[in-house]
């Protein structure tokens, strides 16, 4: 089992993307059929809530509850680690302190300079070669 934290801008990229076949829209799909655990906690979820809610993204309603419940159906709710590690943007530390709460988890971002030099954190495109994807 791959246990994932998915931060936010792979989920904005992977539903504003035209290419199915791209790395934040497998990741996605690994979700809702299974290959991917994600881990989540109630920080993480109203983050993705306020962020895919905003008008100018024009997701749906549907949209939103649809990959929320296969989040919420298929991953862990878990808690967070605290770490003594400066973040550029502070808000992006619930992130990785869940991602740190399980052990052997990812997690998955297109902002890798956000986070700390860690192996466990990584792209979407390295999570497919993680899963022998790509």
């Not at 989540?40 to 949209?63: G, P």
Request: hydrophobic share 40%.
């Amino acid at each position: 089992m791959i246990y994932v934290v998915i931060d936010t801008n792979v989920l904005v990229s992977a539903l504003f993307t035209r290419k199915p076949d791209s790395a934040t829209t497998k990741v996605v799909e690994f979700i809702v059929t299974g290959k991917i655990t994600p881990l989540y906690n109630s920080e993480i979820m109203a983050e993705y809530q306020e962020v895919l809610s905003r008008e100018h993204f024009h997701i749906t309603e549907n949209e939103r509850n649809t990959l929320f419940n296969h989040i919420r159906k298929k991953g862990i709710a878990i808690e967070r680690v605290s770490v003594d590690t400066l973040f550029i943007d502070d808000s992006d530390r619930v992130f990785y302190e869940v991602a740190l709460s399980k052990e052997d988890s990812f997690l998955v971002t297109g902002n890798l300079k956000h986070f700390p030099i860690d192996p466990r954190v990584v792209t979407p495109a390295q999570m497919l070669q993680i899963l022998g994807e790509e």
